[in-house]
């Protein structure tokens, strides 16, 4: 008797979350991450969210979740810098403004700002450069803040379709825009960007949106058809509830956020699929063969990477 | 039927009473039996951190920053119980007894009761209002500093205005030391107060550490509902407690204005008619300002000499803080005519002085004052400057660190004071055109101080007319001064050619490349103290400069430069022999083996050297 009440009335709240597009309660994101690192030789093994110079952070405040992703640029180790130092040390900082509330929803970029600036508050003295992108999701007014800087970036998926993306953001070819602390003297020949050069774009989100953030990792290696396929194999029925965006980092950190307003989740389908499309993009990088989106790009700028994509990510679980 | 009723009654009655258990059965049975008898409550121990950090007296960080700043305080402990030097702890400005070593430091004020220890403070708000059970301090770097933790009666988050405030100190001790800088949660006993509270007050003092002290997080315990009395224990008076001062204060000589009984004249004083007046004077210059208030109510010789202006030539207000008032001020009036020193600092909050008050006092008594303290005086307004600046044409010396309430527009009545030679604007709201106003007319300026002013927009212009006007300028500290250039530095050390203490910690924009540290070094002979903390772009040119033109050089941070290499230090600390203090934390090239090497040459330097484990 109990059950079968119980089982209509979730049977209700699916059906007319379902149907409502507009929704008076605010959504919540669930979140799954998955990523490969890189350094296989090195056996380093860094805390919770980074993977190989990658790094990332979900954090939650009253009124807004936040997704953030960072790309160390890797040139830095020639010059014996550890290049995820900076980016992990970036996010770490993001995630903490976040969680005290020192950040507006409507503008990513201060949050890009502010944490750039206390990086430069440590007394630590930091070196390195990254690339950053962060999604804000206003609970309240069901939209999404965004910023982008350099070439990691984000896909909104709407039934199916890619109906949001991010810009890459390159100086010149396997050069992104970044934020960056040169050591002394050095300012004129590193590349620094100011976080105000990021992208930035806000736009509305309905339930069932699908978001996936990714660093160049992904968007390198699989087209968007490949990953649009890999999402539609993603559970979602009403009944199951099983909601989730989720935000791929590339060269292995895979996020995901999940637009909806229910809180239950199937939370092994959601890193499932995390799963496969991360095993999918390392299986293409490794495939001599495949003419990915990077190949293509390079060969477009006179140099031929074929062989040098497998070269450049060495991928090992962490 | 009723037969059948009334025994399946019984039955059920029967059934229930025997499911239960027989506790159970007991305690209902009882708690019917006993009707109205109320059961007493189990008092529940609230646990709460700390939710807004109102007040402070400095921090290390920057004003618009979480890093080492004051509101790192509140909320959850970030930090604990790892123990390092983090970013997300609360940092004082200062540690050790190096800034009171400085020539900018005034010299302590005579009668400083012997139990007051405090140095620096900060104040937190919490949820909700407990009796405090117990507090627990998270020190997660050089632990040891708190010297007094006090509660206050006033809830901050309330739109009332404040009224009746009372402070009651939990606890209090002194300044301790502990032997590893390792994490640790300080949880003293705490006194048993009468008033819920909400808003805390931990005071620090960090002379015997050997490092910044860094605190996580404050955890409040108490019970919502007052303890029974029975456990609840009454305080012991304690003589020399200051909630006596204050009726002292207000009320002194009350009961021997009638005096004048040629009775008691005849009787005399015993041995103190036999003195000279003079001894008597210095006899009484030993005792506290509480002592000396209820010395004056003993017998009306005494009153006499308690009420003398010339015990009162110095007056520190400070350690009074928590009871000073209108009134106190009003009573005390008479006898500073001939005040020259006066600290009022981390006087007059939530209303416990006003600008009538204020300006009364310094109308009777600004006439001979030289000396001015009023740190963190949060009632301070652009009229009580006016006051200040009209009543003290002689004032040769003001402080209104951390003064942050102070609207820019009241800092232009400090350049009436033609006749300064020390100020301290530390994190006050000072803007462009009052600082200029101020260089060009007190051109005695000795000591300078404008750190974490952040509304000076432009530190290189400033630096230039300390150098046109302020010629005997002898200390200048510019912590944190974010766009001083080497063309500003340039000027300034070639016009302030007496400058022995120069504070650039944190200024980013300072370039060793363009040659300014080396310049610097060569123009200022006299160098005592110089801070470079945090300039990436400190080298090894700098310090072999720094060791061939500044022999008397006694205090030097160069913290977190890569570039510094032991060579060039070992040639500092062989040419400098007063050096005291040396801080190569976050230096890449100097390593805990570099220090313990250098430290054998010279085991009477401090060579610091922080870490994050």
Known sequence: ????????????????????????RDYSLISASYGFGKDFRKGILKKGMCYGDDACFIARHKTADVLGVADGVGGWRDYGVDPSQFSATLMRTCERLVKEGRFTPSNPVGILTSGYYELLQNKVPLLGSSTACIVVLDRRSHRLHTCNLGDSGFLVVRGGEVVHRSDEQQHYFNTPFQLSIAPPGAEGVVLSDSPEAADSSSFDVQLGDIILTATDGLFDNMPDYMILQELKKLKVSLLDISFCFYMMKTNSHFNAFYCCSFQTTNYDSILQTAQSIAKQAHDLAYDPNYMSPFAQFACDNGLNVRGKVTVLIKIVYC | MLTLLSMFYYICLRRRSRSGTRGEALTSRRAVESGQRAVLPVSVEVEQYAKEVLDFSSHYGSENSMSYTMWNLAGV????????????????????????????????????PKGFYSQDYIELGFEE???????????????????????????????????????????SGKPTKVLTPQARQFSPKIKHISFPTNLLRLEVNSSLLDYYTELDAVILRGVKERPMLALYKMPIIDISDLSDSEEELSDVGGPFRQGGDSKHQRTGNGYFDKLPYELIQLILSHLTLPDLCRLAQSCKLLHQHCCDPLQYTQLSLQPYWARLSDASLGHLQSRCTLLQRLNLSWTGNRGALTLTGFSSFMKACGLSLVCLEMSCCHFLNEA???VISQTCPGLQELNLSSCDRLHPQAFTHI???TRLRRLVLYRTKIEQTAILSILTFCIELRHLNLGSCVRIEDYDVVA???????????????????????????????????????????????????GCFQHLARSLPRLRKLFLTANRTVCDSDIEELAASCPSLQHLDILGTRLVSAASLKKLLQSCPQLVLLDVSFCSQIDMRVVQELSGLVPNVAIKKSFTQ
């Open chain 1, 1 to 24: 008797m109990l059950s079968v009440l119980s089982y209509g009335r979730l049977v209700a709240r699916a059906v007319l979350g379902g149907l409502s597009q507009t929704d008076g």
């Open chain 2, 415 to 417: 350049s009436k004071l």
């Open chain 2, 129 to 171: 209002p407990v009796y405090p059970t117990a507090v627990e301090v998270f020190e997660t770097y050089y632990p040891g500093a708190i010297v007094q933790i006090l509660a206050c009666s006033h809830n901050p988050f309330t739109q009332n205005p404040p009224t009746d405030v009372r402070w009651e100190v939990l606890w």
């Open chain 2, 464 to 514: 230039s007319m300390l150098a046109a006007r302020c010629r005997s300028l002898c200390s200048l500290d510019l912590w944190r001064c974010r766009n001083l250039t080497d063309r500003g530095l340039t000027e300034l050390v070639s016009g302030c050619r007496m400058l022995e203490e120069l504070d650039l910690g944190w200024c980013p924009t300072l370039q060793s490349s363009t």
């Open chain 2, 384 to 386: 009580c400057l006016e």
């Open chain 2, 77 to 112: 402990p970030n930090v604990y119980p790892s123990s390092g030097d983090f970013t997300q702890t609360a940092v004082f400005r200062t540690y050790g007894t190096w800034w009171e070593q400085c020539a900018s430091a005034p010299p302590p004020f005579r009668r400083t």
